[in-house]
């Protein structure tokens, strides 16, 4: 049984910061790569960062230089830390836990992120 937990959200003035976190219980947290989305009102999902099983990290232009994304495999958690923050990052952030391209998605329930001007 594999669970995806995020949290972290909040609420934080333009030009701040949040550090969100992304547990995954279970056995494929090493293997998995792990995908950080976003979702605003009224929007679709929208990819935010990806960090590989090997440590590789891939940026949305939207974010680059302003997000950073980690993991520690000694606690199965993957960070989101999210620096410069503007209203437009608001959104519900989601967790997706993914070994390979025909393996099955692992989603989380998401975490808020409001950002006021």
């Known amino acids: 049984q594999v669970q995806v937990v995020e949290s972290g959200g909040g609420l934080v003035q333009a030009g701040g910061s949040l550090r969100l976190s992304c547990a995954v219980s279970?056995?494929?947290?090493?293997?998995?790569?792990i995908h950080w989305y976003r979702q605003a009102p009224g929007k679709q999902r929208d990819w935010v960062a990806t960090?590989?099983?090997?440590?590789?990290?891939n940026y949305a232009d939207s974010v680059k230089g302003r997000f950073t994304i980690s993991r520690d495999n000694a606690k199965i958690t993957v960070y989101l830390q999210m620096n410069n923050l503007k209203p437009e990052d608001t959104a519900v952030y989601y967790c997706l836990a993914k070994v390979g391209p025909s393996s099955s998605d692992y989603w989380g329930q998401g975490t808020q992120v409001t950002v006021s001007s």
């Open positions: 960090i590989t099983s090997g440590g590789f990290t």
């Open positions: 279970g056995s494929i947290f090493r293997l998995s790569n």
